[in-house]
């Protein structure tokens, strides 16, 4: 799984401040390559259990602005972080069963409920980490006030992790009882 050079982009830095004010945030690599084997994993329903997760933080911070890459063998327990130097450094990542057993659970005790204040509280916290990272954020300001329904929030707090972050926001649920 490659990282992006900070000369093209500071998603990394972004992703690790947003874990970092207390956010769920993982980069999630396919265990398959090929056009049938994604087919496949899409056909059966099981591209996450055919995925790995790596927590930004874990990786850490990238040293420079050269090629960076995470590296993984399918039923390995070891990962490793990699760079154009022939250094390597061991990650801590999740399978899909261990990211099951180990982070779902704790998503599911920390629940909360989707509502108006769920979706203002996650952009002001978007907001946070690009105002830790320097960036300017008075048009997301601009924008903000016109997002009054459900839907508009919702939308617009997708639209700012596409924009800013080049990541899919995803809410993780499980059935009422």
């Given at each position: 799984m490659?990282l992006?050079?900070?000369?093209h982009?500071n998603?990394h830095?972004?992703?690790m401040q947003?874990e970092?004010?207390n956010?769920?945030?993982y980069?999630v690599?396919?265990?398959f390559h090929?056009?049938?084997e ?6 059966n329903?099981?591209v996450?259990d055919r ?5 930004p933080l874990?990786?850490?911070i ?5 090629y ?14 990699c ?12 399978t ?9 659970p704790e ?5 909360k409920?989707?509502?108006?204040e769920f979706f ?6 978007i907001?946070?980490a ?5 960036t300017d ?11 009054v329904?459900?839907?508009?929030k919702?939308q ?5 992790t596409r924009?800013?972050?080049d990541t ?6 499980s059935?009422e009882?």
């Amino acid at each position: 799984m490659y990282l992006r050079p900070r000369r093209h982009s500071n998603q990394h830095d972004l992703l690790m401040q947003l874990e970092l004010n207390n956010n769920d945030v993982y980069y999630v690599a396919p265990e398959f390559h090929t056009p049938d084997e994604l087919n496949d994993a899409y056909v059966n329903r099981n591209v996450f259990d055919r995925s790995a997760f790596f927590s930004p933080l874990g990786i850490g911070i990238l040293p420079d602005d050269e090629y960076h890459y995470v590296v993984f063998k399918i039923g390995s327990p070891r990962a490793y972080f990699c760079s154009q130097a022939p250094k390597k450094r061991e990650i801590k990542f999740y399978t899909s069963e261990g990211f099951l057993y180990e982070v779902v659970p704790e998503l599911e005790r920390r629940r909360k409920r989707i509502n108006e204040e769920f979706f203002d509280t996650t952009v002001d916290r978007i907001i946070g980490a690009l105002k830790e990272t320097k960036t300017d954020v008075r048009i997301i300001d601009r924008y903000r006030k016109d997002q009054v329904s459900l839907y508009d929030k919702a939308q617009f707090t997708a639209y700012l992790t596409r924009t800013y972050f080049d990541t899919e926001f995803f809410i993780v649920g499980s059935k009422e009882k």
